[in-house]
């Protein structure tokens, strides 16, 4: 959630902010029962103070006197004033609870205005793009997929979307996962094994809650949900905590799979790998102090953009426009390799900052070592790297005039290989 001061006392930049983003909020409704709630409070901690002042003035007097009883009647009228005001109160404090969480977290000044991926700014390009051949393919025109990946057995066990990873296709998810935890490892980032089910709370923390209910898997009856992304149980890993200042900065990573439902999605970008329900990620996240928030959030992307480089995926850095950049976020990059088959690019990295807006939900601060006072983190996370098009590109760019894959180099100490082939 945003700093409640700059609503009150900035509405101007939160109109901006939320305009940028394309966000429906609607900020007048939420000023409205800002004011009237305030209001309220004061009313009621007035009528706190007379009842307490009452009570006093009964304690000085006798028992039973006229004057005892004048201030029983008081006290009656009283304590029927504020029971009403405090009902009110309580009423109008779900309307701004739900009111306070539909507000997005506002772009940072550097955002590009726009409303669609189109107006996405390409900052980066890295590696040749490869001329397709006549026997590149999508990989999902591959003659041999079948042997790595089985989407019928797997629609027919859970549903469209949750395929079976077969034999070197197992074995390379594997090897994907490995490679990006070694990574981390030799980063300085340590690793944390995650929940894949968690709380309510820790979905509205992270800003999935309200915002994102639609596309998450829910048990309901124990009130959790599969989670979206390790981002989620990783932020929350130090939900309601103090840190010392000297513990900044913290980093850390997790290896999850991932459950979408990706309502609305179809056509050619919804086939095989493409997008799926369930697939696996790396997710790194950094809690950080406010004034060096934006400086590691350049090295989190140059750190996802290294992973790449060594795969020897051609990809592009793109900064994202007001319109696409998600509800949580004040500024995003994200990271889109090649895949020749296809002749398209494929998101496989999103690189954020959520300044305080995770952390004031979440209730993450430190301790500020010059002050005293108790400030927010702010936090970062940025995929490190999803599996699914990763893989997909490795497949595409990889294929050979003969039917088989050659493999990354980085990737061949894994498989114990470096192609794969029809068996």
Known sequence: MIDLKILRESPEIARAGIQKKRNDCDLDAVMDVDAKRRKLIVEVESLRAEQKAANTEMSQ???????????????????????????????LDESWNDLYLSVP??????VPDGSTEED??????????????????????????????????????????????????????????????????????????????VNGDSALATGQLPDKEGQMYQAVEDGLYAIPTAEVPLTNFLRDEILEEAELPIYRCGHSACFRREAGSHGKDVRGLNRVHQFDKVEILKWVKPETSYDELESLRDYAESLLQKLGLPYRALLM???????????????????????RWLEVSSCSNFESFQSRRARIRYRDS??????????????????????????ENGLQADGSVKLPEALAPYMGKDHIARA
């Open 120 to 197: 996405n700014v390409e900052i980066k390009a890295w590696g040749e793009i490869p001329d397709k051949e006549p026997y590149h393919v999508p990989h999902y025109d591959f003659d041999w997929l079948d042997q790595i990946l089985d989407f019928k057995r797997g629609t027919k066990v859970t549903g469209s979307g949750f395929p079976f990873y077969v034999g070197d296709g197992a074995r390379l998810v594997r090897s994907l996962v490995s490679f990006f935890l070694d990574q981390a490892h030799e980063s300085g980032i340590q690793e944390l094994g995650v929940p894949f089910l």
């Open 370 to 395: 010059q002050t005293g006072k108790n400030e927010f983190v702010h936090t970062l996370n940025g995929s490190g790297l999803a599996v699914p098009r990763v893989l997909v590109a490795i497949l």
């Open 105 to 110: 977290n506002l772009p940072h000044e550097t």
């Open 321 to 343: 426009c007001g319109g696409d950049m998600g509800f949580s976020q004040t500024k995003q990059y994200d990271l889109e390799v090649w895949a020749v088959g296809q002749q």
């Open 61 to 91: 007097l006798q028992k039973g006197s006229p004057e005892f009883m004048e201030k029983v009647g008081e006290m009656k009228d009283l304590s029927a004033r504020f029971k009403q005001s405090d009902a009110a109160l309580k009423e």
